[in-house]
């Protein structure tokens, strides 16, 4: 029976196309579904896409540089630079267009969720609070009855579960691609899909910045393990790169993307609380690194070690990544135990 599991670079998956393709797509013009999204995101936000791409021009050389130190990859190894320019592009990736485009309609609930949310616990509050809000004098004589608070809140609660139940959120979690920014490999070069960002952070309820921080993230940390080359200079082919299955190479971004929020926690701590929210949305190839280990300096080490070698020996298969990121952990696990054990036997030979 032959194996059909997805790999990240197969043929139909949007990043995967060549630099021709690239090109001639990058000159199509913005689809009529962009084009109404782009104007429902601008008036909610008009400075939205200015946002995104203040934030990116931010945080675009803290990334690299955090990601060259946790990987140990250089794109930059004297006369041979490997340049991945960063694009903040106008229109939609194909997989989130297909959602979005049955449900533009309900868009704008979709984008002021976490207001109508906050709406209706405002009104329950008010509801419990009626009597005594009464006798201040500035709500003399009340400006709305108890009852039609109640009914305003009723409907804020109602259209709060209604905004729930759209199937946005779980359409977006089925996708396995990544849709709000796009490492394409074969170019290279990363784009950032500011309305998809737009989206996505009054969705989850989180800043645009922050939540750029976390594509922009993921999206380098692909190229940094695809292209990076190591200690001994080398690089995963791209071959090889297409051919791997999901969970290891976005299994690889999204540990990576992890580390960087971990980083930059005392600097901007939304963005961690929007990598984790993102997360807990997204299909199970971007959460397979959950298992691995810890996003610490030993789990650094494991994982760092294991993607070396993974890429060396050609592993396209989970199965196989998993064996030797098993074998490097209890390696790892084994140094430490000795470690603590020599500790331990020069402390007690000092007291006694």
Known sequence: MID???TWGSVGRYHSVDQIVASRDGKRPVSRTARELAELLHQYDPELRQRVERAFKQWNLIIRDYLRNETALRLSVGDDTRSVPVIVADGLPQPFEAVIEDLLGEAWLLLNRPLIEQTAKGLALIDTRYDQLTNYTPFQPPPATREQVQHA???ARR???FVQKLELLKRIGEIDQDILGAYFFRVPKIELYWMVIGVMAATLGVSAEA?????????????YSHLGRDIDG?????HSFARTELEIVEGLAQFYTAVVCERLEHRIPAAKEAYTRLLNLQSPPYKAHCGWTEPNEAGGEIVRVTMIQARGRDITKYADFQSILGVHTEQLTGRERRKAGKAAGNGEGKES
Request: aromatic content about 8%; hydrophobic content about 40%.
């Open 153 to 155: 809140g009723e409907y």
């Open 211 to 223: 939540l750029t921080i976390v594509v922009l993230s993921h999206e380098l940390a692909h190229a």
């Open 4 to 6: 059909q599991r997805p």
């Open 159 to 161: 259209l709060a579960e």
């Open 234 to 238: 080398g690089r995963w082919d791209t």
